[in-house]
């Protein structure tokens, strides 16, 4: 499970990194602590509405995806990640593989692992962030979906509309996985421009980009414990935990 992660790089590096653009008047706070149903930046290609060409952009989205059928985006939380093993398979996740994928840049994600304090015998959960060894924007791949707010009548109206994006997952390479058995799946950049076309539905295919470049290049550290409250936030998240 990825459920926290930071996501500090401004959103100008970001459209130049992916080749993206970006609309200046849309905005997002660095965060060091990216929690379930925080707005998060993705990256999505899609048609234009008037020159029906396609584009790639750098757009908020809601972290936690809400499927088109949902009653209520309260889903949404429960849908923060979708594994790689079933994510063709389930009713949530499948139509969006086909059709809505995105990359979601992070810097790295949080795991806990539980230890011990001292020698009596009391435990805490202690976290670590997990980060390809060269500092690299992770690409994790993503899921993206619109739901339709019906107490809107009007479809034209921005307020009718949700955006929402999940986090495929994978089991974890060695680095992580001595924290945790699953991490976020991020992408080669050779494969982003087959991702993220539309227009690429071959779920077969798709589903063969989705392996673990980053396998034996995470570098794993423990920090701060206030990272376990989402209320904080900071760069001093990511000082090194002091010793117990």
């Known amino acids: 499970m990825c459920g926290r992660y930071a996501s500090t790089r401004a959103p100008a590096d970001l459209a130049g990194l992916f080749q993206a653009r970006w609309d200046p008047r849309e905005t997002l706070a660095p965060s060091w602590n990216v929690a379930p149903t925080d707005p998060v930046w993705a990256v999505v290609e899609r048609k234009d509405r008037g020159t029906h060409t396609v584009e790639r952009r750098l757009r908020a989205v809601r972290w936690g995806l809400v499927p088109s059928w949902a009653k209520d985006p309260g889903v949404g939380a429960r849908m923060i990640n979708a594994r790689v093993e079933t994510v063709h398979e389930k009713p949530a996740f499948r139509r969006a593989l086909a059709k809505r994928r995105c990359l979601l840049p992070a810097d790295g994600f949080y795991e806990w692992r539980t230890e011990r304090a001292g020698d009596d015998g009391k435990t805490y959960k202690q976290p670590y962030f997990i980060r390809p060894e060269d500092a ?5 791949a993503g899921l993206y979906e619109f739901w339709r707010d019906r107490a809107v009548a009007d479809d034209d109206d921005p307020a009718a509309w949700l955006t929402t994006a999940t986090v495929i997952t994978t089991e974890a390479a060695d680095a992580a996985g001595r924290i945790h058995p699953r991490m976020p799946l991020a992408l080669d950049p050779a ?6 076309d539309p227009a690429h539905q071959d779920v077969n295919a798709l589903r063969a980009l989705l392996h673990t470049p980053a396998d034996g290049r995470l ?10 409250s989402v209320r904080n936030n900071g760069p001093h998240l990511l000082e090194d935990a002091p010793a117990r």
């Open 136 to 140: 690299s924007v992770m690409a994790m």
């Open 191 to 196: 494969d982003y421009e087959a991702w993220l």
């Open 219 to 228: 570098a794993v550290r423990a920090v701060s414990t206030e990272v376990n």
